[in-house]
């Protein structure tokens, strides 16, 4: 190595090292918070204090029901996740591989959908489902139901365009084989394309569970009774406080953040993979 | 992401207002949530201070009314906010509650959207009962919506020890002026090395709170909005200024700097609502050098006295999410005239009630040890009686989002006048005045 590129080598490392701290410091400080009383961690306390169970006893004996909140977010999220993999690939899939007149007008439409802001359609929705209360059957998606945050999780436009800009990566030769092998449509779907197609759907899962997961204006309005509330509401309920209790909450915000940094590290390698849209056919 | 959430709820708000518009006659009211008729539902935000205050009310109305249900739901207060107009505006009464707790500064523009949503509870409270400067804010067109609740009288807390290091008593600090104030800061800069106190450039209450100790606020009697000709806005904005070019305020950027600064014994002093108090507390340490004086008024403005207040709520009544009556009737027994709910609160969340006869209770001539042995709640309750009432206006904090630029480009160096005609146009513009 000459002496140029080891100084390189050198700055380069410095520059990781430098960005590391960076991204990693909140995280450290979140884990710090929650080991200490309110009182340390308004005084910028960086050290481990001795308060974690603490903190803990306090967080589960405050009545936002902690403990329920996080069933009710793990449910939806787990949930929503399987479906929307299931409706938004196999929709992805479609749009690529058959051809008809009409399909680039109705993706079209499709992603024009991603333009319109949440908000704008928050009131609309909630009279539409204020509604589906009244009705047998739909009343499972009403207004204050996991059903009413799961339906309008999994069918997004985000997913929908994704899967499809994946499936022009799948060998579109494998579909003919099979047709010829005597498969089904549908059993080239789950049976050739799904498989394939594994790091494409770790990704999509691993985005899907964290939107699901960190969703909090529908939630909001559509869960009305603190029952049904989800981690976000709650953590937000914590935060509007003349004396907020900072140890509590960053031991709130420690193990709202665990499911998600699991699934992350587990999956690390396939998100990569999915989202450079690499396929190993 | 607050950002983020805001500008959400702000373009949510604007549309729910103009589905509001609408007129829609739905054909769900009435569908109500509590479907018991002997329960009724609270929503207030802050664990450690509204919920605790509704749970004592509700142990204190359970014991003559035992076949009541009464639940109290912790949520934040803007999502209270998102959640009301969401509803209110699309006329759902599912999940509504019964008695929700509404800040003072934004009650105005909930009467005025939706004010046959909310119950009247002249009959249930006499106005009188209360400080002046609350039943200013729960009523229009003379009708009474809200049970005022707790006070944001304001005050000087300060450390003894540290003003006494710099040379002065704790004579110095009554009837204090601002300039008095600053006067004392530079000193304790200069002899002790810490700040006087905390000033963060997003959030301008300090200046909110010096115009209300001269009676005014961002917008007149009538609700106009009252910017270019406000001479008390122009002498708080001064005063502003020569705080921060004093070189003896620590700039800090959110809440948990400014409990920390106090905490860490890092200022001297701050000027705030009294709901600070148990902040100030938790540092165990400082016990017995704290103290509280009134509130600084303007010296250069005649009509500032020395009291003001920031923050504070009112409970209100959705009269169409029914079981009204039982919800009056807690009301009634409670907040509206239970001196003893009250008198036990100032021991439990440091509560500063509104309610004129709480000031006799036994805890409010306590001594207060953590203050130097100082009777604490009297005085708060004294200064609370004599601050100035205002019109809050509709707008509060749409006006003081504008408002902090202004603030930001005249602490720069901008010219007054011009920088507060111009803002007087840009608001005037912005909430469609």
Redesign the interface.
């Given at each position: 190595m000459t002496k140029q590129a080891k100084i390189l080598n050198i700055v380069q490392y410095i520059v990781l090292i430098i960005l590391t701290i960076i991204s990693v410091f909140p995280f450290f400080w979140m884990i710090v918070a929650a080991t200490n009383p309110s009182v340390e961690v308004t005084k910028g306390t960086l050290t481990f204090g001795s308060y974690f169970t603490e903190n803990l006893k306090t967080l589960l004996s405050s009545d936002l029901q902690f403990i329920n909140a996080f069933k009710n977010s793990l449910f939806i999220a787990v949930i929503t996740t399987t479906l929307a993999m299931i409706v938004s690939s196999a929709a992805g899939y479609a749009f690529e591989v058959y051809k008809n007149k009409t399909r680039d007008k109705v993706f079209n439409f499709v992603l024009l959908s991603m333009m319109v802001p949440f908000a704008a359609l928050m009131v609309p929705l909630f009279r539409l489902f204020s509604n589906f209360n009244k009705v047998p059957v739909l009343e499972n998606i009403g207004l204050n139901t996991n059903g009413s945050v799961i339906i309008i999780a999994i069918a997004t436009a985000f997913l929908i365009f994704f899967f499809r800009q994946n499936t022009r990566t799948f060998p579109k030769d494998l579909i003919e084989a099979a047709r010829i092998d005597g498969l089904g449509e549908f059993e080239i779907f789950a049976r050739i394309y799904m498989p394939t197609m594994k790091s494409t759907y770790a990704a999509a899962v691993v985005v899907t569970f964290m939107t699901s997961w960190n969703n909090y204006l529908w939630p909001l309005i559509a869960l009305q009774s603190p029952e049904k509330r989800t981690l976000p509401l709650i953590l937000s309920a914590m935060g509007s406080s003349y004396t907020p209790d900072y140890g509590m909450m960053m031991t709130a915000v420690v193990i709202s953040t665990l499911p998600t940094a699991l699934l992350f590290f587990f999956m690390q390698k396939q998100f990569v993979a999915g989202m450079t849209g690499s396929v190993k056919g | 992401m607050r950002v983020k959430?805001f500008l959400?709820?702000t373009?949510?708000s604007t549309?729910?207002m103009s589905?509001a518009a609408c007129g829609s006659t739905?054909d769900?009211k009435n569908s109500a949530?509590a479907t018991d008729e002997n329960s009724i539902t609270i929503w207030a935000?802050?664990?450690?201070?509204n919920?605790k205050a509704a749970q004592e009310a509700k142990d204190i109305y359970l014991e003559t009314n035992p076949d009541a249900e009464i639940?109290?739901?912790?949520?934040?207060?803007?999502?209270i906010v998102?959640?009301l107009n969401?509803?209110l505006?699309?006329s759902?009464y599912?999940?509504?509650p019964n008695i929700v707790l509404i800040e003072d500064y934004k009650s105005q523009g909930y009467l005025t959207s939706y004010e046959d949503e909310f119950a009247e509870l002249s009959d249930i409270m006499n106005q009188d009962d209360f400080a002046s400067y609350k039943t200013a804010v729960n009523q229009i067109n003379g009708k009474v919506y809200g049970i005022p609740f707790d006070s944001g009288v304001t005050a000087t807390f300060y450390r003894t020890d540290l003003i006494e290091q710099a040379g002065y008593t704790t004579e110095d600090m009554k009837n204090l002026t601002w300039e008095k104030y600053i006067e004392i800061g530079k000193a304790v800069k200069e002899k002790t090395g810490k700040d006087l106190c905390t000033l963060d450039p997003s959030d301008i209450g300090q200046i909110r709170m010096m115009m209300q100790s001269a009676g005014a606020w961002y917008t007149d009697a009538d609700g106009k909005v009252s910017i270019s000709n406000n001479q008390a806005l122009k002498d708080a904005i001064k005063i502003y200024k020569d705080m921060v070019d004093s070189g003896c305020v620590k700039q800090i950027s959110d809440?948990?700097?400014f409990?920390?600064a106090l905490?860490?014994g890092e200022v001297a002093s701050v000027v705030t609502g009294c709901?600070?108090a148990?902040?100030i507390k938790?540092?165990d340490d400082q016990s017995g050098k704290w103290a509280v004086a009134e509130f600084p008024k303007m010296a250069a403005n005649e009509d500032s006295v020395n009291a003001s207040s920031i923050?504070g709520a009112g409970w209100y009544v959705l009269k169409n999410v029914g079981n009204t009556e039982l919800a009056k009737d807690f009301l009634k027994n409670t907040f509206a005239s239970n001196i003893e709910l009250m008198n036990s609160l100032a021991d439990s969340i440091t509560l500063v009630s509104t309610l004129n006869a709480a000031s006799e209770g036994e805890n409010y001539s306590k001594a207060n040890e953590f203050f130097g042995g100082q009777e604490l709640f009297s005085d708060l309750a004294k200064w609370t009686s004599e601050v100035p009432s205002v019109n809050y206006g509709l707008n509060t904090y749409a006006i003081e989002d504008l408002m902090t630029e202004a603030v930001q480009a005249i602490v720069g160096g901008a010219d007054v006048d011009s920088t507060l005609t111009e803002y007087q146009a840009q608001i005037e513009a912005a909430i469609g005045a």
């Open positions: - | 959430k959400a709820i373009l949510a549309m729910l589905v739905d769900n949530s935000w802050d664990e450690a201070f919920i639940n109290i739901v912790t949520m934040a207060q803007d999502d998102a959640k969401t509803s505006s699309s759902s599912d999940g509504l809440w948990d700097q409990v920390g905490n860490n709901w600070i148990p902040s938790m540092a923050g």
